[in-house]
């Protein structure tokens, strides 16, 4: 230290605050700063005058800024101490999360003179602590539809084995009826068969598919006469498919399993018939598009089965996907069908969308990555 600085207190200040290892700065009784040390100075980039008075604010977090100024003035006004975290922009333009503590500060005679405040940079301490509170969010989501998961299952197989129980206590009291016994155990088998259906289900959805190329068009020509089966007498299907869809990287006979899960669905929507038209066309999705935010940008080709059939509300749409979620009678329909393809896709790095208003039809598309040769 120089001699200027040993008899002159003002600059030994401000040399000590410069050498501190953290940014410093003052501010007088009219809430504007006034000063800024060293570091401060480094961190923003700035100059003293552009960081003076207000000027300081001009780096803030647009986010963060009304909650650091109701912070800053509210406890200044009080004259109170303070602490509050905002980010702050560096000199290379990231923004960075800062711990700001301030304090009143008072002359010799105990006059306010404004406060000094210290900040530090906090953020890779914040960036973990974002990561945790994600992960545990994300836990606790996962444990939430592992419970719903699992008490559909609970409720569903418990309704399948009552039919079979009470299926046969039936045969029990009636066992001198032959024609009695056979009827119940018919309906006995029916119940098993469900049961043995939901089961294969419930694998499919969680096995993972093993991948190859596929030419979706032929996929669905050869598909043709089981789709028809599937849609029923009273359901006319109609193709409308690409000229030249690009090949999809997917396990073949889960597309094939998804595709005749939506035909059925569709089948059920129409009970007084309709039409059920299967659809392909090849999909560009941008950097910049909007309206897939699940989907990375690429090529994908779409598979699309759309129905004239009663429709669905905004509420069933959205639990659509919900395993064990459906709206058709007890005893006719598992719910697993539109998880499974919702899962099916997720695991092509793909996505489906629903498009349904009441009276108007169901769409729903199955979005698949085109294969890379």
Known sequence: M????????????????????????????DRLCTWFNQPWLDFTGRTMSQECGNGWADGVHPDDFSRCLDIYVSHFDRRIPFRMEYR?????????WILDTGVPRSGADGEFLGYIGSCI?????????????????????ALDALDRVAGSIAHEFKNLVGAVVGDLWAIRKHADDAAAVRRRAEEAEEAAVRGERAIEELLAAVRRPKSEAVQVNQLITDARTILRGAAGGRVNV??????????????SSHLQAALLNLVTNARDAMPEGGTVTIATRNVVVRLEAID?????????????????GVGMSDEVRRQAFEPFFTTKPAGEGTGIGLSQVRT????????VRIASAPGEGTEVRIYLPQAIP
Request: aromatic share 6%; proline share 5%; hydrophobic share 40%.
């Open 238 to 251: 109609e193709m409308n498919l690409a000229a030249q869809p690009d090949d999809v990287f997917v396990d």
């Open 2 to 29: 120089d001699k200027s600085s040993r008899e002159n207190p003002e600059v030994s200040f401000r040399h000590l605050m410069d050498t501190a290892p953290v940014m410093i700065w003052v501010s007088g009784v």
């Open 88 to 96: 702050l922009r560096r000199a290379d333009g990231e923004y960075r």
């Open 292 to 308: 897939e935010p699940d989907l990375a940008p690429g090529r994908y080709v779409m598979a699309a089965v759309r129905d004239t």
């Open 121 to 141: 940079d906090i953020n890779a301490l914040k960036q973990a602590e974002l990561g945790l509170r994600g992960t545990v969010a994300s836990h606790d989501m």
């Open 344 to 351: 099916f896709a997720r695991h092509s790095s793909g996505t």
